[in-house]
């Protein structure tokens, strides 16, 4: 997509200027953001030759103006050095991505590396909002807004994100509990010193309708204000009942740009209201088995058909407020301190299909139906201090981020069912009825209410021992606070005593202490390449995902189990080509992951934690531009899991890890062919992703063992219509290929892979 800035003060943008800062003093809480987000070309060039000289790293979130899709820093102040330099695997993925892509939430951006898969969990309850593996590790409860956790079973979308960035490997150093295999980091946008009005209008095959601005302004010499707001309506390609719509807002405003002094403030609002996806039947599908010889040889159903119900809904509510403050002590150190505090809750209703029953004509066969039910909310509080300095000290060039963050999280849930005796009828297998009305869903009573409260403190050091090698370390220690209240039904084998359903209230706490840390080292080969080698860990308690303890003896979230350890070894290559223009890194990496909970004894049911499992491969990315007219991103991970240690099941030693396939891939380029026409495309691959992995079991009698492979195609055109004006073309999975998106657990039902999806954009800017 080609784009036109200009810079003119017109009457109309000091109208919008005189609404931006009315709507900016009526949003008063709104919220500070570190990061600079497309400041003018020589502005940008100072910040990133401080950087490179200082190594105090300066907030801003892109790289090379020239350059759309390479970074050459991360937005984060704990990376106290360029990327080049950063001794671990660091994936940009920038928002001129994701506009040629027409990409607009987190889950699409994250195609664009290797080594991730998207899941739907334990019969699809868990589902909800972004939930995806990374490097064999579950990661979705990893993931960060401008530095601070995210929380909540949200659908996050980009509409105020400048990028997101993707980092690998344990790294509990950096974010503290649970980031076993790495996390992800969504930079937001916020004001610049640079007046510009940007906004696209799009629809695709699937009536989806979407509107988005950007609208930045000057209001002063050092202050300006922002407003980034989208709306979404309509429907799904493939799939006529469901629905996409929602709406977004993200006011900030900024003063003291450019001074030593300096504060953002910024909110953002994100309402949403879906029809969710419950499947459809694995039947027909290759490798699908099932004991009934008629079932066996049944045809697949259509992927058009749903199979829910005229009253399944997903609600979503998401707001945040931030405070930022910096403070330049000298020209090489910075203070800075965040204040946020964030929400989210998550209303479901969403029909799942289960069992077959195939008795007389096949157009009377029925898929038993289950309904799931989500009610939940998020609250985060969070303060964090951190001072970033750059200094010589004992005859060495030191890079230095410390600080303190403080962190209060909570997550309650309730519990949602039909009414205790209720049918859910079935629905017919190859014709259900779109229309139909199901029962209800209620609270039975059943709840869980845990929260989490945090201290940490953190250092990291980049110390140039000389001009060739350089040596990074970062420690971090954290005491947290655990405490889970839930309320439970009683069962006739758990409680034979108590009437079946009675209400059994319970409490149980955690606390404890965690130390982790990271030790790497980089060599200068060359002026443009590095060799690096890192070691470092992570710790997972227990309830870290959702402060949920149990006080079940074989659950590893029991409050007497120890943390889980991650630890990871990553030895590899980073290299600026072309002028600093294309970006390639190269890393072989091996994870292993102990302490999970194993059976000792099937008969005592004893339990202990000596499990320990191994993840390892080889990861390849390259990004940047051949020549200003050819922009590329591609990337390539092998992954090999395996349980070490273990006793039964999908914990057996030898057992692989779910969801995890051998090979990932991906690509994206685009080449501008005339000075009005852009064309681009790329390609995604993923190998085998293994449902059955229990080396004992045979595969052949289980119901869809695995994902199949797949490569799906997308393409690009853009037309720079006037100056100010460009029209884009997407065609997503340009071969219409058919290919399961994701998988449940018991194999029973999956989501169809988007079919031929065609967008038109108008893009505008100013």
Do not use: C
């Not at 950096?174 to 510009?196: C, F, H, M, Q, W």
């Not at 499947?279 to 040889?297: D, E, Q, S, W």
């Not at 070490?644 to 057992?655: D, F, H, I, R």
């Amino acid at each position: 997509m080609v784009i036109i800035r200009s810079r003119k003060h017109s009457k109309n943008a000091v109208q919008i200027s005189q609404t931006l800062f009315t709507l900016a003093a009526l949003v008063a809480p709104l919220s500070v953001h570190a990061q600079q987000g497309t400041p003018a070309k020589t502005q940008e060039t100072a910040q990133e030759k401080s950087k490179k000289e200082s190594a105090l790293p300066e907030i801003k979130v892109q790289g090379s103006q020239d350059v759309p899709f390479k970074a050459d820093v991360s937005s984060s102040n704990k990376l106290v050095k360029p990327l080049l330099e950063t001794p671990q695997m660091v994936s940009v993925i920038k928002k001129e991505l994701l506009q040629e892509q027409g990409a607009f939430n987190m889950m699409d951006a994250l195609r664009n590396t290797p080594g991730i898969t998207m899941q739907l969990g334990e019969n699809g309850n868990t589902s909800a909002g972004d939930t995806f593996q990374m490097r064999g590790f579950a990661t979705q409860s990893s993931v960060f807004v401008d530095g601070v956790r995210d929380l909540g079973a949200v659908t996050r979308d980009t509409f105020n994100v400048e990028q997101v960035e993707v980092v690998k490997g344990p790294a509990g150093a950096d974010v503290g509990r649970g980031a076993a295999s790495g996390y992800i980091n969504l930079a937001s946008k916020v004001p610049t010193l640079e007046d510009a009005i940007s906004g696209s209008v799009s629809i695709n095959n699937g009536n989806n309708k979407r509107i988005t601005a950007d609208i930045n302004q000057k209001i002063g010499d050092t202050s300006a204000v922002r407003l980034n707001v989208f709306k979404q309506a309509g429907g799904v390609a493939g799939r006529d009942q469901l629905e996409n719509n929602g709406y977004g807002i993200a006011p900030s405003i900024a003063v003291g740009l450019g001074e030593k002094t300096r504060a953002y403030f910024y909110s953002q609002h994100i309402r949403q209201d879906n029809v969710p996806d419950g499947g459809i039947p694995t039947v027909g599908l290759k490798g699908f088995y099932n004991a009934n010889a008629a079932l066996m040889a049944a045809p697949k159903v259509r992927s058009k058909n749903y199979y829910g119900s005229v009253n399944d809904f997903e609600k979503v509510e998401a707001d945040m407020a931030t405070a930022k403050f910096e403070f330049d002590l000298s020209g090489n150190t910075v203070l800075r301190n965040v204040t946020r505090y964030g929400q989210s809750s998550m209303k479901r209703a969403l029909t799942g299909i289960y069992s077959l029953a195939a008795t007389g004509a096949q157009n009377t066969w029925t898929v038993s139906r289950i309904r799931q039910g989500l009610d939940q909310s998020n609250d985060i509080f969070a303060n964090q201090t951190s001072l970033n300095s750059s200094f010589d000290a004992a005859g060495f060039k030191h890079s230095l981020s410390a600080g303190v963050e403080l962190l209060q999280e909570r997550q309650t849930t309730n519990t949602m069912a039909v009414a205790t005796g209720t049918v859910v009828p079935a629905a017919n297998l190859y014709q259900p009825d779109a229309n139909t009305v199901l029962p209800a869903l209620v609270k039975n009573g059943a709840s869980s209410d845990g929260q989490t409260k945090t201290a940490a403190l953190y250092i990291f050091d980049a110390i140039d021992v000389n001009d060739d090698w350089q040596l990074n370390t970062g420690l971090r220690y954290e005491r947290y606070s655990t405490e889970t209240k839930s309320v439970s039904l009683s069962t006739a084998t758990a409680n034979p005593t108590l009437p079946v359903g009675t209400l059994i209230p319970a409490k149980v706490n955690k606390n404890d202490d965690l130390l982790s840390w990271k030790l790497g080292t980089v060599y200068k080969v060359a002026k443009n390449g590095r060799l690096y080698g890192v070691y470092a860990t992570s710790l997972t308690p227990p309830g870290s995902a959702n402060f949920s303890l149990s006080s079940a003896a074989n659950n590893v979230n029991g409050p007497l189990a120890d943390p889980q350890k991650t630890t990871n070894l990553e030895l590899g290559t980073k290299w600026d080509l072309l002028n600093k223009s294309l970006a390639f890194t190269a890393a072989f990496y091996r994870t292993d992951n102990t302490n999970e909970i194993v059976q000792v004894d099937a008969v005592t049911n004893v339990f202990s934690q000596y499990g320990k499992r191994r993840v390892e491969g080889v990861e390849l990315g390259l990004v940047g531009q051949v020549n200003p007219d050819w922009q590329v991103t591609a990337g390539v991970a092998t992954m090999k899991t395996k349980v070490l240690q273990g006793s039964t099941g999908n914990n057996s030693a030898g057992a692989a890890a779910r969801w995890s396939p051998d090979l990932t891939a991906t690509l994206w380029s685009s080449y501008k062919v005339a000075p009005s026409w852009t064309v681009g495309g790329g390609l995604r691959y993923t190998s085998e992703q293994k449902r059955i992995v229990d080396p004992s079991v045979n595969a052949a009698l289980q119901n869809l063992p695995s994902i199949a492979s797949s490569w799906v195609a997308s393409a690009v055109i853009g037309y720079q219509a006037t100056r100010n004006l460009s029209l884009q073309l997407n065609v997503n999975n340009l071969t219409d290929k058919e290919y399961v998106s994701t998988l449940n657990n018991s194999g029973a039902r999956y989501t169809v892979g988007s079919p031929r999806t065609i967008a038109l954009s108008a893009n505008v800017l100013f």
